[in-house]
């Protein structure tokens, strides 16, 4: 039911689609042009498919949305925005490591951060132990092409979740970003250091059945 998370899962998903194709069209090369062509198009039929599949069992949801999307005020105000004031302050990046700085409201100490967000949408915190994989990863699997992906995805939505100099305006100039709340590409972080962090578990592994300590 939130159409910001659903624009931002969509982008991922488009660039990852693109990611597939790309590998898929290199490990092709050396078969038949005619042989790859169908692999191809077979891929992207799939994929196609399963969005129009995804569209329709949410068009309960969507439908209702785009209807009152023309009423809503936020929408209006967003749109006269001159730039996106939707990302978080650079000093809430210690949540990151350390999730309860500002407090818990379990707790009840949370004392934020004086811009109105609450503890979930400042709170990108995935374990000490997974961000020690995934640096793992970034570290002895930098040539994968997989790590090289998401390692681009954690620095584009830390980019936008803390309003990168310049890199962020010129993003939030391109449809969808500019009325959007980009600090909520903290979910893609979290989801992209999670594969690095198991990529980086994998790595592990791989050296210690290949040396047998």
Request: aromatic share 18%.
């Amino acid at each position: 039911g939130h159409i910001e998370t659903s624009f931002h899962i969509m982008l991922v998903l488009f660039l990852f689609i693109l990611f597939r194709l790309f590998q898929q069209r290199h490990s092709f090369s050396n078969s038949f042009s005619v042989d790859k062509n169908k692999k191809q198009f077979k891929l992207l039929m799939v994929i196609f498919l399963s969005i129009i599949l995804g569209t329709i069992l949410a068009a309960v949801q969507i439908v209702p949305f785009l209807e009152y999307l023309k009423l809503s005020w936020s929408l209006a105000g967003r749109i006269n925005l001159k730039s996106n004031p939707y990302f978080l302050p650079g000093r809430t990046a210690i949540s990151l490591l350390v999730p309860k700085f500002y407090g818990n409201p379990v707790m009840n100490n949370f004392w934020g951060t004086g811009n109105n967000v609450n503890f979930s949408e400042i709170t990108g915190y995935v374990g000490i132990l997974s961000l020690f994989f995934a640096f793992l990863a970034i570290t002895f699997k930098r040539k994968s092409k997989e790590v090289v992906f998401f390692s681009f995805l954690t620095a584009f939505s830390l980019a936008m979740i803390y309003r990168a100099p310049l890199f962020y305006d010129i993003i939030t100039y391109l449809p969808g970003f500019k009325v959007s709340s980009n600090s909520r590409f903290l979910l893609m972080y979290t989801f992209s250091v999670a594969i690095l962090s198991g990529m980086g578990m994998d790595a592990i592994f791989a050296k210690k059945e290949k040396k047998e300590f």
